[in-house]
């Protein structure tokens, strides 16, 4: 699976867009994006995620470059309880993938 | 619907015991994947199970196996613990189609002394 590069941490206003960059330049044509969070002693939650298609639901938008080596997770009114880790990460579209989260984005909305 | 639930959510442990970790998956979904968290290696993939059948299996050694029943659920076993097992397991549960789209547990915390 294609390595992904995020950074460490972020900080965003409550109530303001929160724009979470990811790069995955080592991309191939049949792996997914995808984005997941996880708030403080809580498992992992699921997001969004998004082949080549800018993709949008109810908790974020992800914008994919056309290239594809890179994304954007958008969360567009972002709230306290937004305070979480989040991960990008890349799966191949197999059988045989499986989730390997990094050190992800550690996100912090202030009031 | 109910989520995924985990039992125990904390348990301490002595080198060189064992421990059984449990996980009921959301009702309807057939496929329970166990993962493992640390600060140090983030998450790590342990196996997965669809079908009470082992479909996919990460890098960890023999000591830590586990197995599916009909109903869907899954039991997690850690034999001959060692400190570094310490670490943060988690459930998740999916239909087993849904590619990458996982439903995880809040986990149990191991601590190995």
């Known amino acids: 699976d294609a390595k992904t590069t995020q950074p460490p941490s972020m900080d965003c206003a409550e109530g303001r867009a929160a724009n979470l960059p990811c790069n995955h330049s080592?991309?191939?044509?049949?792996?997914?994006v995808y984005w997941y969070r996880q708030i403080h002693s809580q498992g992992p939650q699921y997001i969004i995620h998004?082949?080549?298609n800018n993709e949008t639901n109810e908790m974020a938008s992800l914008i994919i470059t056309e290239d594809r080596k890179s994304s954007t997770l958008i969360l567009p009114h972002a709230t306290l309880r937004d305070t979480a880790v989040y991960y990008c990460?890349?799966?191949?579209?197999?059988?045989?993938?499986?989730?390997?989260f990094g050190a992800g984005t550690t996100v912090t909305v202030r009031a | 619907k109910a989520g995924v639930t985990q039992t125990p959510r904390y348990l301490i442990k002595t080198r060189g015991q064992q421990v059984t970790l449990s996980c009921s998956p959301i009702?309807?979904?057939?496929?329970v994947s166990w993962y493992q968290q640390t600060p140090g290696q983030g998450l790590q993939f342990l196996f997965e199970?669809?079908?009470?059948?082992?479909?996919n299996k990460g890098n960890f050694p023999g000591r830590f196996s586990g197995r599916q029943f009909s109903n869907s659920r899954s039991e997690m076993n850690v034999s001959t613990l060692e400190l570094g097992d310490s670490a943060l397991y988690l459930c998740?549960?999916?239909?087993?189609?849904?590619?990458?789209?996982?439903?995880f547990g809040p986990g149990t915390r191991l601590t190995v002394t």
């Open positions: 998740a549960s999916s239909l087993g189609t849904s590619l990458g789209r996982e439903y």
């Open positions: 080592t991309i191939s044509g049949n792996e997914y």
């Open positions: 998004g082949l080549k």
């Open positions: 990460i890349v799966i191949f579209s197999g059988n045989d993938y499986k989730l390997s």
């Open positions: 009702s309807g979904h057939r496929s």
């Open positions: 199970y669809f079908s009470e059948t082992q479909r």
